[in-house]
């Protein structure tokens, strides 16, 4: 069946059965009522403040070739949880507005709302409500609610902070330059599935986020969702600060792609998929170099966050640079960008 034959009523009512709430807390869910009622002294546990993010998906500009209407789903969840996560917040609702073609398939909208629901409710976070519309293509826009003491900004970091980042980097690129055929050698099938998973089924960071929060020393954080370069770029400018990198500290690859030991990429090209391209939904942050005499919370962050040190914060007339012995080169600010 087509969702045209469907129409709207009987296709909300079919979505909005997939969506389990915790009705104590969401007293009024999707599909209800014109708003969703949420319980807020219950919900927010006793934080402070609460954060709110948008983020919109597009079939032509998002969804690579190859991606299951299940994972389309799930992305435009984690691309949300993963802003939540930067702040080192705890997520706790989300809401969805579809626009999908007339003539889409019921099983599609199923299988798509299943991804949706699933990786909400990995982070027990509640789907309330949301809309839908006819659209020439498949447009999915989420709204994440989350819940923080202490939010952590892009603002704050100072000269002479650590700057690090948790897990690697490439993975989701690496994907995407096979699925474009972009790579001089076909990868191992056990690879480009490794690969594809990154690409295709980003993972937040809300576990790690609320960790790096309650540290007592981040002093800023971002994810890497457009790459690490514009990431950089974006903390170096709200901080008014600039950035000195030590390539060589950057993890790139996930040690499961690593271990295959057969890919055929040079240094550069590395550092390109590290660098240059987005998908990975990592954690850039800085610390107060102090830190480092506290070695049981440095064991603590490197085991429970995988993190790494990768530069120094620099004072903002010396830019964001590579630095390798005594040399410096200046980083290319470019990234994934819509416009």
Known sequence: MKIEELGEIGLIERIAKQFRVNKQIVTVGAGEDDCAVIDIEKAKEGYKYLVVTTDTLQESTHFPTGISPFQIGWSAVAVNLSDIAAMGAHPFAFTIA????????????????????????????????????SSKELILTGTCFGFADNPV?????????????????????????????????????????????????????????????????????????????????????????????????????????????????????????????GGDYELLFTINARALENEELMNRMKREVKMSIIGKVVPPEDGIYFKKGEEKEMMEMKGYQHF
């Open 98 to 133: 579809m626009g999908v073609p007339a003539q889409t398939e019921t099983s599609f909208v199923d299988e798509l709302v299943a991804g949706i629901e699933k990786c909400a409710s990995a982070y027990n976070t509640a789907v309330v409500g949301g809309d839908i519309i």
């Open 153 to 277: 900004r892009r603002a704050g970091a100072k000269v002479g902070d650590l700057i690090c980042m948790t897990g690697s980097l490439g993975n989701a690129a690496l994907a995407l330059r096979t699925i474009k055929g972009e790579l001089k050698t076909k990868m191992p099938g056990s690879v480009e599935e490794v690969a594809k998973k990154t690409l295709f089924l980003p993972v937040p960071r809300i576990n790690e986020g609320i960790i790096i929060a309650n540290s007592g020393v981040v002093t800023s954080m971002i994810d890497i969702s457009d790459g690490l370069a514009l990431s950089l770029a974006e903390i170096a400018k709200s901080s008014n600060v600039g950035a000195e990198i030590y390539v060589d500290n950057v993890p790139v690859l996930s040690d499961e792609i690593r271990s295959e030991g057969s890919l055929d990429l040079s240094k550069l090209e590395l550092r390109e998929l590290a660098f240059y391209y």
